[in-house]
């Protein structure tokens, strides 16, 4: 990525690294680079960075590991990466290459990644603690496994206890710093002025998948890094699926059409949801399924600040849901009764958000140990940043629901940030009002 065209500079992921060193005195933290996937034979998916690694480096070649040593005296940080080879660069494109990663990033050595492995047992030597993402790359897990196991007992050198690594990057990534959220705003802009130019355009689509493609083109146009995630493109029923692969299936005019999208800028994700008629007009029933569903977006909102959680948000979510269905006469039963037996989760089946950052799904701080809170009591504060998603699904032959909203399926999501009175909505730049939605396709 050209250097000019970021938000977030070097000297930001070295402040991270400072700050995680801080955390580990007299401990080792080391971050392997996510693998490449393999999609057919020789050929690899899009390479998707290990979000820890890149959270610390801004680094997203693969074939790399960081290491952080919590001692007075040595190196403190290693990058072992690959370096630069005219043959595979001729095939693969550019790498940074070791001088190049010296001088680029703050780090006390560079090393070439095929130097890691026979250099492990010297680093892990003076540590008791190791902290480790186990899972993220299973061939630097058995290298790690193989040097934990190669000791004889009883074991007078090395670590003895491996901690996870993600307990102390997750808590640092959820609360987000200052470029965090000018990256995040900047990435919901982008993904929320697509969503406005491609509306017009649904009525030409010649399926969901082109509708999906162009959304995508538009997020380029607009200076995007990335697809943050899979394009949901659903027209009609297919919208009560709710991560509905978007299909060659023409759009249906009468029909409604969910998309959930987001772009992505330096690895931060947007993660937007709209539901639209591509004719420029509801029709009664879908209206008022759409207007129960923005209520629900309302109240939710409302739970947005400092010292809420996403628990409160989510059952006023509820709440808000149970009104309507109670209005649309397919909830019958009383509202506490509803509540207490999740009557509404048959039309409702997922959370009201998520944290979302490098993943759009973002890392929760752990619950286990010392971190006695479950992420969704976790009292909000200023730089959390999360989507808020209320939906209604129909399913088409579900004879609970009034044969006139059957298959109808809206999502309608926002991106948040909690600031110190109250929260930004960071996506407001595509309407969610219903006139307005309707007014998007003229
Ligand atoms: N796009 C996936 C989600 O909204 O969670
Ligand atoms: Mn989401
Ligand atoms: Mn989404």
């Not at 700050?19 to 999609?39: D, H, N, S, V, Y």
């Not at 990057?169 to 982008?190: F, G, N, P, Q, V």
């Not at 999501?413 to 998007?440: F, H, K, M, N, Y």
């Amino acid at each position: 990525m050209a250097q000019q065209n970021r938000l977030i500079q070097d000297a930001r992921y070295e402040r991270r690294r400072r700050k995680l060193l801080k955390q580990i005195k007299g401990e080792i933290a080391i971050f392997p680079a996510a693998p490449e996937q393999p999609k057919s034979r020789d050929q690899l998916f899009p390479y998707q960075p290990n979000t820890d690694l890149l959270y610390l480096t801004g680094f997203e070649e693969a074939h790399s590991v960081l290491v952080l040593l919590g001692s007075t005296k040595g190196p403190r940080s290693i990058l072992y990466l690959r370096d630069r080879d005219a043959l595979h660069e001729r095939w693969n494109g550019e790498r940074l290459g070791l001088k190049r990663a010296r001088r680029r990033f703050a780090v006390d050595e560079v090393h070439p990644i095929e130097a890691f492995e026979s250099q492990l047992m010297k680093l892990l030597e003076p540590f008791q603690t190791l902290h480790y993402p186990a899972g993220v790359n299973p061939r630097i897990d058995q290298i790690i496994w193989r040097a934990f196991c190669s000791q004889t007992a009883p074991r007078v050198q090395g670590p003895h206890t491996i901690r996870d690594a993600r307990l102390l990057t997750s808590l640092m990534r959820i609360r987000k710093d200052r470029e965090e959220i000018r990256a995040l705003r900047h990435i919901c802009e982008i993904t929320a002025n697509a969503f406005v130019h491609i509306a017009p355009l649904l009525k030409s689509a010649k399926s969901e998948l082109h509708a999906a493609r162009m959304l995508e083109a538009e997020f380029f146009k607009l200076g995007a890094h990335g697809v943050a995630f899979n394009t949901i493109v659903a027209s009609g029923k297919n919208a009560t699926v709710l991560h509905h692969e978007p299909s060659l299936q023409p759009l249906w005019k009468r029909e409604l059409v969910l998309i959930d999208a987001g772009a992505s800028f330096q690895g931060y994700a947007a993660d937007i949801s709209r539901t639209i008629p591509p004719s420029g007009k509801f029709t009664d029933a879908q209206a008022k399924v759409y207007d129960v569903v923005l209520a629900a977006l309302e109240a939710s909102l409302e739970r947005c600040q400092p010292g809420s959680d996403l628990e409160a948000i989510h059952t006023a979510c509820v709440r808000a849901l149970i009104r309507g269905l109670q209005e649309l006469d397919i909830i019958k039963s009383p509202a506490p009764k509803a509540y207490n037996d999740a009557e509404y989760r048959r039309y409702y089946m997922h959370r009201t958000g998520h944290w979302l950052g490098l993943d759009v799904h973002d890392v929760a701080p752990i619950y286990c140990g010392e971190y006695l809170v479950p992420p969704s009591s976790r009292p909000l504060e200023p730089g959390n940043v999360f989507t808020v998603e209320p939906g209604l699904y129909f399913d088409s032959n579900d004879e609970t629901v009034p044969p006139e909203f059957r298959g109808i399926g809206i999502r309608i999501e926002e991106d948040v940030v909690i600031t110190a009175t109250g929260a930004e909505v960071l996506t407001s730049g595509v309407p969610r009002a219903r006139l307005e939605v309707e007014q998007l396709i003229r």
